[in-house]
């Protein structure tokens, strides 16, 4: 019996698609569509497909069964937009999230390659820095509206502080994001976070993101965001108005 074991990931990651056992997308896809297949063939879903690419491997997968089995992580889908504050599905970096502990939190890393983080900035075979803080950001984003906001009061996220600590390379494999509330604080005007973030595709993190945010009303941020805006306008105005003015003779 001939059996085939390929991780499958976005075409745009052509160096990591040089390793034996890889596989583009669209070379997958244009296979399951032919039937162009083993006797037996097992995928890992990695990085770097679209939504529609995600979409049509899950249909043919389901057609080509049993033959075509997936790993245990399946075919990973993004969380709702709306818990995620980004307007273009294409820059969702997660999956829905799960509940695993009081409060701890799991969710796949969900990387489309046309994501905005993405788009001007690959270098080698692994996944940059700055597309996985913003994946981090969007985890703390969806567990604390999905799990910690209340009401329907609008509210805004202010990031205090960020730390962040890269173990080792995140390659675009099946990845998945581990959220654990570390304290929150109740202030008279919203709540403060502190989180550690784990970025796993294996044991133990490849990445951790520690971060302290603020979740005020939105009405409050506003206004103190408007204040701050202002005086910073005045005074880059006031720094100007300086520079023109000539300065004055020294007297005798």
Not at 19 to 48: C, F, H, I, K, M
């Amino acid at each position: 019996m001939s059996h085939e074991a390929l991780v499958v990931v976005g075409d745009r990651f052509e160096e990591f698609l040089a390793n034996r056992g890889t596989v583009g997308a669209t070379a997958l896809l244009e296979r399951l569509r032919a039937g162009d297949l083993p006797e037996s063939l097992s995928l890992s879903v990695g990085q770097g497909l679209t939504a529609g690419e995600l979409a049509e491997l899950r249909e043919l997968a389901e057609r080509r069964a049993p033959a075509v089995t997936l790993g245990k992580s399946g075919v990973p889908a993004p969380a709702e937009r709306r818990l995620t504050h980004k307007h273009d599905a294409r820059n969702i970096l997660v999956g829905p999230v799960g509940q695993i502990a009081e409060n701890r939190f799991v969710a796949d890393l969900v990387l489309d390659q046309r994501v905005e983080v993405l788009a001007d900035h690959l270098t080698g075979q692994h996944i940059p820095a700055i597309t996985l803080l913003e994946a981090a950001r969007q985890m703390w984003t969806v567990v604390t509206e999905q799990f910690f906001i209340t009401g329907a009061d609008r509210t805004r996220f202010v990031v205090v502080s960020v730390a962040s600590r890269f173990h080792s390379y995140v390659f675009p494999l099946a990845a998945t994001l581990q959220y654990e509330l570390l304290e929150h604080t109740r202030t008279p005007v919203g709540t403060v976070f502190r989180c550690r973030i784990g970025i796993h595709h294996g044991t133990p993190a490849a990445a951790e993101v520690e971060a302290e945010y603020r979740v005020i009303p939105d009405k409050v941020s506003a206004k103190q965001e408007a204040i701050a805006a202002r005086q910073a306008v005045a005074a880059e105005v006031g720094l100007l108005r300086a520079q023109a003015s000539p300065a004055e003779a020294p007297t005798a």
